[in-house]
């Protein structure tokens, strides 16, 4: 009894999983990530800017943006939730490329954003000011 006891106590995490919260937060990929997203719904423009290398590029499947057209572009969104899922991360030395798929809702200078999932990457690259992003894609929508 006492043995079942202490296995049931060794299987279970004593302290509860701690989401990131901001980019000094995070130690991966994923926690790389996962912060810009809660800065862009948190519209903390400086720190986004931070973590976003000067030679920083955006695609989408309507065209590529530079960095400061795509600052202003992430300026738009008014993200009120997100859904991060399927994601992937591979390090390659000082680079992380990041894949997923993510759920935004929200508005922008458009109106809604769309509800459809949709598939992303990111890379982030270590430098001597840290881990910035260094590229960005959208790659359209998630296979159903």
């Known amino acids: ?3 079942a006891g202490l296995m049931t106590f060794l299987g279970c995490t004593v302290y509860p999983e ?3 919260k901001a980019f000094n937060q995070a130690t991966g990929g994923e926690g790389f990530e996962r912060a810009f997203w ?3 719904q948190a519209q903390d423009w400086k720190d986004i800017e931070s ?4 030679n920083f590029v955006y695609v989408t499947p309507t ?4 960095r400061g057209a ?4 992430i300026q738009t969104l008014r993200i009120q939730d997100y859904t991060i899922s399927d994601l992937s991360t591979e390090m390659n030395r000082d680079t992380f ?3 997923y798929t993510i759920v935004l809702r929200g508005s922008s200078q458009k109106g809604p954003l769309p509800s459809t999932p949709e598939r992303r990457m990111t890379v982030w690259q270590q430098q001597k000011k840290g881990w910035i992003a260094i ?4 790659l359209g929508p998630a296979p159903q």
């Open 1 to 3: 009894m006492a043995l």
């Open 97 to 99: 490329v990041v894949t």
């Open 51 to 54: 973590h976003l290398s000067s």
């Open 135 to 138: 590229a960005h894609s959208v």
């Open 70 to 73: 795509a600052l202003e572009h």
């Open 18 to 20: 701690h989401p990131i």
């Open 63 to 66: 065209g590529r943006w530079e």
């Open 38 to 40: 809660k800065e862009v």
